[in-house]
């Protein structure tokens, strides 16, 4: 849990052209009103992602480093159906072009609410993220809100579902308020790093390239301490 706690607010990008240098990622990502903010603060000890009852508060894709060029990336939510369509359209690009291009992203978490899994949004996302061939890990938050007997329940059938829909995808019960999932989402992100971290089995010789060579070069030239104004959603998303 060490290395998530040590996390900090880095940059907020509204295109992969600003993106950081980056070894290793894992992004979270889900439907709004999930928990996707409260699992990313419970996992860090830290109020690092603003969470709000608005759906749709996330639009940009923001930076959470771990250091090593390592990150926490959150990313926009989505079947936020409050949002016009104007304003949904350029999230959804740049969620699209991050899953689809961003080679440092290691695996995914999908952040699911265990009273309402696997949705038809959520069975898109996992499909069509399938052929990455990059590991999904399923959180079902908010497992404080049912019965251990039905959250357990809800495992299960997701467990089956989730065979057949995307076989290389993992899923486990959470819950921020009570801390209960912390310690094995963290085993499962942390492989995830490790496997990527230079000279690891699999991580191939140095780093891989970016996608962009004006890219920021990581986080070796950033303060810990956020400067004012760049805040997550400090900045307008330019369309």
């Known amino acids: 849990m060490s290395l998530f706690r040590s996390a900090f607010f880095f940059k907020s990008v509204a295109s992969l052209a600003d993106a950081p240098a980056s070894v290793g990622e894992i992004a979270f990502v889900g439907r709004s009103n999930t928990g996707k903010s409260s699992a990313i603060n419970a996992l860090t ?108 329940k809800i495992l299960r059938r997701v467990e089956a579902e989730l065979a057949a829909l995307a076989p290389h995808a993992s899923v486990q019960l959470f819950s921020s308020p009570k801390r209960s999932g912390l310690e094995q989402a963290a085993a499962v992100f942390r492989a995830w790093l490790d496997a990527s971290a230079p000279g690891s089995p699999g991580a191939g010789p140095g780093r891989e390239p970016n996608e962009n060579p004006r890219q920021d070069r990581g986080w070796r030239n950033k303060s810990p301490r956020a400067k004012r104004g760049n805040q997550p959603g400090a900045k307008c998303l330019k369309v």
Not at 94 to 102: F, N, Q, V
Not at 117 to 128: F, H, I, S, V
């Open 45 to 152: 000890g830290s109020q690092l992602a603003f969470v709000s009852k608005t759906p749709g508060r996330t639009r940009l894709i923001n930076y959470y480093a771990l250091g090593a060029e390592r990150f926490i990336v959150d990313l926009p939510g989505y079947g936020y159906a409050r949002v016009p369509d104007a304003t949904r359209a350029p999230w959804e690009k740049l969620l699209g072009g991050y899953l689809r291009m961003r080679a440092p992203l290691r695996g995914l978490a999908v952040v699911m609410d265990v009273r309402h899994a696997l949705t038809e949004l959520d069975q898109r996302m996992l499909g069509w993220f399938y052929p990455t061939g990059k590991p999904v890990h399923v959180l079902l938050t908010k497992a404080d809100k049912v019965s251990r007997e039905a959250a357990h």
